[in-house]
């Protein structure tokens, strides 16, 4: 099947960047990505820069994939990222739009490269749970309904790729940071530091130059994880409780 | 007394954090929403008297004006909520700007609806609208025939200029798209979204709406149609 590929390309961050025509030979067989790497190998051969995108495990669970294809984040099929995304969903003489997670937060470093660094900073400002680990607990030691643990797995399936970001029409992280708000906080081991993580990981998303969010759900729709937009009302939940019923610390405090 | 203070200024401090977050400004957002809907409801089933006859409306707006703590009250709550929604949607809104400074050449939107997609627009349309119907039905200035306290009057010769009644009838159809996605999405904003709740959330946002772009758009329809003289 022959393909017109319109793709961004971009030298670097601080490059302007234009659409680029290239044509490409692929077959129903190939995942998306491996039609990409049949055209940089033509492009390598012709003695051009190949196409930079992002790309590890090619199974749909690292995160590392994705760019928007004709205007929908990792492409049309639902539920997938753009390395489970298979060619036999394309017809021949299909003509598609390859462009970078567009978003201030998110930088373009090459093509359709985009740096997340801004996820990892809020992960970092509140995304974890303080408790020294030691060696790893008895399972089912802290007993947990199974309502609350599927609630939790369901969250923590975010990977992190970024294409809520990119769907989202006003680049806002929320879905990404209620999801990483959510796995933890309805967890008794994440409870205590719930609200203050909800602060400060909200706190962090706009610092990064993320939008706010508007309720439209587009990035429900392009998660590969099917991470809801309920998350986002927990997130909201949690922060408003955390601004109103936060307690000060006091050093008179606590001493019985 | 230090500690009374030390509260203070992180009460205080908290508070001017929470509105100048992004879910803060959107839960202002979503309250004055609330107010603002309940007085469009309100509003509504007022004018429905119209159908009463000819002098229903007119003794409705007498004995409103006979009550000015209530009408003087509803008109400060209206205005600050007014005042506060815009806030809080033009500062969003240059939020938005930031953060997606270069656009794509391809957009196809998955599944939100249109009216969620152009807030932006029918909000500002719906506040021009405001304006106008205020001169038009209230003070009188865009009317050219007003009479005071001729509410019935004014009303009919008002819609009898089809001008007048088309644009009527489109802003009632903005504030329709506007409040299909706005009466759902200020349960989401504040924290209410449950699978058992949210599609009937979803289903109320949409009966609100057409109660209240059916019921208002009666009104200039049956003045043009003669069945309101």
């Known amino acids: ?256 | 007394m230090s500690t009374a203070t030390t509260a203070l200024a992180g009460k205080a401090a908290r508070d001017v954090r929470f509105l100048d977050s992004t879910i803060g400004k959107k839960v202002v957002m979503a309250i004055t929403g609330v107010i603002l809907v309940g007085f469009v409801i309100g509003h509504l089933l007022g004018n429905l008297q119209v159908y009463q006859g000819p002098h229903a409306l007119d003794v409705y707006a007498e004995k409103l004006k006979s009550l000015p703590p209530l009408l003087w009250g509803t008109r400060i709550v209206l205005l600050i909520s007014v005042g506060l929604h815009i806030w809080s949607a033009v500062t969003l809104a240059g939020l938005q700007k930031r953060a997606r400074p270069v656009g794509y050449v391809k957009l196809k939107p998955v599944t939100s609806t249109y009216a969620s997609r152009t807030m932006y627009w029918s909000g500002p349309i719906l506040a021009l609208f405001i304006v106008y119907h205020l001169l038009h039905f209230t003070t009188g200035q865009a009317h050219p025939q007003f009479v005071e306290g001729k509410v019935h009057q004014n009303l009919v010769l008002g819609f009898q200029n089809p001008l007048v009644s088309a644009s009527y009838i489109l802003a009632m159809l903005m504030l329709g798209m506007h409040l299909y996605h706005g009466v759902w999405s200020m349960f989401q904003t504040v924290g209410v979204n449950h699978p058992k709740y949210t599609p009937m959330l979803k289903k109320l946002a949409a009966a609100v709406s057409a109660f209240l772009v059916i019921g208002n758009i009666s009104i200039p329809i049956s003045v043009l149609a003669g069945v309101i003289k």
């Open chain 1, 1 to 256: 099947m022959k393909l017109t590929l319109h793709v961004w390309r971009q030298k670097n961050a601080a490059s302007q960047g234009k659409m680029e025509r290239y044509e490409v030979e692929a077959n129903e067989h190939m995942s998306f990505l491996e039609m990409l790497d049949v055209l940089n190998e033509e492009l390598i051969g012709k003695g051009q820069e190949p196409v930079a995108f992002d790309h590890d495990c090619r199974e749909g669970i690292c995160g590392s994939c994705g760019f928007v294809i004709n205007g929908v984040a990792h492409g049309p099929m639902p539920g997938t990222t753009v390395c489970q995304l298979h060619m036999r969903h394309f017809k021949a003489g299909d003509e598609l739009y390859l462009e970078p997670w567009r978003a201030s937060a998110f930088p373009v470093v090459k093509d359709l490269v985009v740096d997340r660094g801004a996820f990892d900073r809020i992960i970092a400002s509140g995304g974890y749970i303080s408790a020294s680990t030691g060696s790893a607990p008895d399972a089912n030691a802290v007993p947990i309904p199974k309502k609350y643990a599927d609630l939790s797995m369901d969250a923590a399936q975010c990977i992190g790729c970024g294409a809520c970001v990119a769907a989202c029409p006003n680049a806002s992280a929320s879905l990404f940071t209620s999801a990483k708000i959510s796995h933890l906080g309805v967890l008794p081991q994440g409870e205590p530091e719930r609200r203050e993580r909800a602060l400060r990981m909200v706190a962090t998303a706009t610092a990064e130059g993320f939008g706010n969010c508007t309720n439209i759900g587009e990035c429900e729709a392009v998660c590969p994880k099917g991470i809801r937009l309920e998350f986002i009302a927990r997130m909201n939940r949690d922060y408003i409780q955390a601004s109103w019923l936060q307690r000060q610390e006091s050093s008179a405090g606590g001493v019985g």
